[in-house]
């Protein structure tokens, strides 16, 4: 009997690849074969970005080709009015795959698994009466999709008699499944792809999960790929679950897997949000190579994630079930593998040593290692350090005895037949007013059709509109408050706000910006969050921020774009010219959401302004434009602290409100963040008009006044006497005037709190960062003056023990206002091939002028004719280049996370085989970047680049 199932499993074998073209069988067995994969594209024609078109045209940029696309279910939008126009939306998915088929991308073909919403009568593809559709029909029956020599792929469909088309796997799939794996090969990868998980997710999950998960405990060759989670929030997207990792596959059941599984990919982004779009892991690209196969995913830019996974599925000893056992410990943000160990039946093991992972903590393992039965997996697991909210504008409090409605039409703000815009429109509030009531007021005074114009219906248990503002969407309009969604028969608040969508087609998620009034002076920057809202697993809502582009205008008819985006959580600093109210509107950049809106009134500024001095181990800042912080002005307010002005200068200049932090502890303020640099310790000190003593950070200030900061990341070295300063912050002289300053440090008398100064002596003196003969005197004095009229920053020379005094001098008619920095940078990543591979490097173009870091290119030369080694020597800030040695590296290079870091002229000096090469050099957060044609003389390599293609070798 056995013997005719090996014959009959040999027959489809065979038969399946006869029905597969181009099949290269006869390929070396150390050839490494690629096979890519994702799930939930949810594709929309009327969204600008096709994700799977970007996801497959950036994968090209890492591999040549790849043998199979398999794409794990859900292809079509859930927002499709028909199953004809979501089989449309699933053709545009082929459409796009094929091309790449065309292109030689693709060599053998696509695989199709049907999802849930190929299934759904409404919402989907109502499969059941479209199976006969054109589209429907390329979808792969269950089975072997793909066999070769080296691997098989098996197809596990969604259910058509699965309840609701819910999520389970139903006992005569599995027990084809079963059939099929009795005598399928177990030394190659068999890949099995699905649409639903075998772990449970919030209210998600898998019927009969369990019976699948024990036959796949018998076959260490599976690879189990799934989809249809697709929220951040699910722990199990960007991972791989190796033998010995354990799942829960129900409430309160835990089930220990011998295979390997992993997430396909969620190509989604769009239509679910920030959820979706948070998940990096966009697709899957697996490399089989024999027996061992890598698994890495690729997020939308084709860069690959920091988790990767390779696994032998050759290497059977988590199946075995004698002792000693093996433990297997495994690092849960990268996923390498930290120590394997054999343990005797009821011993425990050791934990290894964990890694360090910037931005995450170490909050512990999955599961315990005490007295071990059985062949485990025990997983590091990491928490992301929670980033600070950034302290917002204050909300302008609403009047009570109004509710205040905000209404979006096809995503954006509108105005009403008065003209007045439905922003925060006020209506008077009487007890009891529902939010119907509210809604259907203003429909009264400001739709063209009065209240004919809205309904409401409660079909789901709780009220929603059926239409709004004309409209009668297929899906419902939901009424939300900032925190939530409401029910449309809620009775609502005084002074409340209310915030609707109206759209027809047009589906997208409603929007705000925060706070939604509020008020400021012309000059001042303030803070504010574009969001929208977010559903939840629970179908609760919350709200989350989103990259928008920030218009702003005196009325809707006006707006205008600022040139301002949003960050990555949605914050955005914007300030002023002029008084007036003004409209604040926030639109997606992707068109995924609607557009938000705020109100901002603007009053005259008293012409109050205090100024700053910010150094970081002992070095000038710039803002995000490239002003110098010296002698720095920030528009003043009454009752203005230290706090409000420090908060509001980083949010304007430095880009993060919360990057500024202090807080007062005996008698003393301890800087816990400046400028980037944090450390609850203390990082920086603060100086009010070269004050004797310490400050509070809630001093308030006065018009006039100058604020020194110095923030230092080496706390030991800078411990005592750190911060340096002269007597004289600001100065106006003639041209040929001489003016004498006096510099000093001081360091702070724990036994009178007060500050004790000395001299800082024999000071080297700089104007506009460059050196000059000028010195200071045993008294810590120098007499300068200047024969040309301009704005001059005069900084002194720092110590091992002291930061670095600021002084502004305007000469004759030398300008006011804030001083640049000088030449202007643009940043970009380019491809450039080296021997043949595709390297991305950080380039900053500088007057016309490529920029490359040294190390970046010393790492990529390595093994050519061109190599050469970096050292740096810290006691001469010299550079140490040796042709011909091999470069080591020393973490950080060929990354490409330089956008947005500070910029200035190179003080190091460079020095190749011996000789000093005086080259013009830039550093770059902390790196050197030099003109790539000058490298390309130096260390004897051809370098060509190409306008055309934006590409160089």
Request: charged share 20%.
């Amino acid at each position: 009997m056995a013997l005719r199932k090996k014959l009959s499993l040999l027959l489809i074998l065979i038969l399946v690849l006869s029905l597969f073209s181009g099949l290269n069988v006869s390929a070396a067995q150390g050839d490494i074969v690629y096979l890519a994969f994702t799930s939930d594209v949810h594709y929309d024609t009327a969204y600008q970005q096709n994700n799977l078109d970007l996801w497959l045209n950036n994968l090209q940029n890492t591999v040549e080709a790849i043998d199979y696309l398999g794409i794990c279910g859900d292809l079509g939008s859930a927002y499709a009015q028909t199953p004809e126009l979501y089989w449309d939306y699933v053709q545009g998915v082929m459409d796009t795959v094929d091309n790449y088929m065309t292109a030689g991308f693709i060599k053998k073909g696509t695989i199709y698994t049907l999802g849930n919403h190929e299934w759904y009568p409404s919402a989907g593809g109502d499969f059941a009466n479209y199976h006969d559709h054109p589209t429907a029909k390329q979808l792969n029956p269950n089975g072997i999709a793909a066999a070769t020599e080296k691997y098989i792929i098996y197809n596990f469909n969604a259910a058509a008699t699965a309840q609701n088309f819910a999520q389970d796997f139903l006992e005569e799939d599995i027990a084809a499944l079963a059939e099929f794996l009795q005598d399928a090969p177990t030394d190659i990868p068999i890949i099995i792809m699905t649409h639903f998980p075998l772990h449970s997710f919030s209210a998600r999950s898998s019927s009969n999960a369990e019976l699948l998960v024990e036959l796949l405990n018998n076959h260490p060759n599976v690879i189990f790929l799934w989809g249809h989670n697709h929220s951040v929030n699910d722990p199990h997207y960007d991972q791989v679950f190796i033998a010995g990792d354990l799942l829960e596959v129900k409430d309160d059941m835990n089930m220990d897997i011998y295979f390997t599984y992993a997430a396909a990919g969620c190509m989604a982004d769009s239509e679910y949000n920030i959820q979706s779009a948070s998940i990096k892991g966009k697709g899957l690209l697996l490399a089989i190579a024999g027996s061992k196969v890598s698994f890495t995913y690729y997020d939308l830019e084709g860069k690959p994630l920091t988790f990767t996974a390779e696994v032998d599925l050759t290497e059977t000893d988590m199946t075995s079930h004698d002792s000693p056992f093996t433990v297997k410990f495994k690092d849960g943000y990268d996923g390498t593998i930290l120590a394997v160990q054999k343990i005797k039946h009821g011993e425990s093991a050791t934990p290894p040593e964990v890694k360090e992972h910037t931005g995450y903590n170490f909050s512990g393992w999955n599961r315990d290692f005490s007295e071990i039965t059985k062949n485990i997996t025990v997983t590091a697991l990491y928490e992301a350090e929670p980033e600070a909210e950034e302290p917002l504008a204050q909300a302008m409090e609403l009047e009570q005895n109004y509710v205040y409605l905000s209404l979006a039409v096809e995503g954006e703000p509108v105005s009403g037949t008065s003209g007045k815009p439905i922003i925060l429109y006020p209506l008077p509030w009487q007890e009891g007013m529902s939010v119907v009531d509210a809604v259907t007021k203003l429909h009264e005074l400001e739709y063209k059709d009065g209240k004919e114009g809205v309904a409401a219906d409660n079909p789901y248990g709780f009220y929603l509109f059926t239409k709004i503002w004309g409209y009668e969407p297929l899906f419902n309009a939901l009424a939300f408050d900032s925190k939530n969604y409401v029910d449309a028969a809620q009775v609502t608040t005084g002074g409340e706000v209310y915030y609707l969508h109206a759209y027809d087609t047009n589906w997208l998620p409603t929007s705000f910006v925060m706070p939604a009034k509020t008020k400021t002076v012309t000059g001042k920057y303030i803070t504010m969050q574009a969001q929208t809202m977010n559903m939840n697993p629970d179908y609760s809502y919350t709200p989350l921020g989103f990259v928008a582009d920030i218009y702003i205008g005196t009325d809707l008819e006006n707006l205008a774009p600022s040139g301002i985006k949003t960050d990555e959580r949605g914050y955005f600093t914007i300030s002023f010219d002029h008084p007036g109210t003004y409209y604040v509107v926030a639109k997606s950049t992707t068109g995924n959401y609607a557009a938000g809106a705020a109100i901002v009134e603007v009053s005259e500024n008293t012409g109050q302004y205090v100024y700053i001095n910010l150094t970081v181990d002992g070095e000038v800042m710039t803002d995000k434009d490239g002003n110098y912080i010296a002698y720095y002005p920030v528009v003043l307010e009454p009752g203005d602290t230290i706090n409000d002005i420090l908060t509001e200068l980083h949010a304007s200049a430095y880009g993060r409100g919360s990057a500024w932090k202090a807080y007062d502890s005996g008698g003393f303020t301890f800087v816990a963040a400046v400028w980037g640099l944090e450390n609850e310790n203390n990082c920086g000190n603060i100086y009010l008009n070269n004050s004797p003593a310490p400050v509070s950070a809630t001093t308030v200030l006065q018009d006039g006044d100058v604020l020194d900061i110095n923030g230092y990341s080496d706390f030991t070295t800078f411990a005592h006497y750190r911060a340096a300063m002269f007597d004289k912050k600001y100065a106006e002289i003639d041209v040929g005037e001489e003016i004498t300053l006096t510099a000093w440090r001081a360091g702070l008398n724990l036994e009178t709190f007060t500050y004790d100064t000395k001299p800082n002596q024999f000071t080297p003196i700089y104007i506009d960062f460059k050196p000059t003969d000028y010195l200071t005197d045993n008294n810590g004095q120098v007499t300068i003056s200047f024969n040309k009229p301009g704005t001059y920053i005069v900084t002194g020379g720092t110590t091992p023990s002291s930061t670095s005094p600021v002084c502004v001098i305007k000469v004759g008619d030398g300008g006011d206002g804030k001083l640049k920095a000088g030449q202007k940078a643009t940043f970009s990543l380019q491809s450039l091939t080296v021997h043949g591979t595709e390297i991305m490097f950080a380039i900053y173009n500088i007057d016309g002028h490529d920029y490359i870091k040294l190390r970046d290119l010393a790492l990529a030369l390595n093994h050519t004719r061109s190599q050469f080694s970096v050292t740096f020597d810290e006691t001469t800030q010299t550079i140490l280049c040796t042709t011909g040695e091999i470069y080591t590296a020393i973490g950080g290079e060929l990354t490409t996370e330089n956008e947005g870091k500070r910029i200035k002229p190179s003080t190091h000096k460079l020095v190749v085989d011996g000789k000093t090469v005086p080259l013009p050099a830039y550093n770059i957060g902390g790196n050197n970047f030099f003109r790539l044609n000058d490298l390309a003389q130096i260390f004897n390599f051809a370098y060509t680049y190409s306008e055309a293609t934006g590409t160089g070798q």
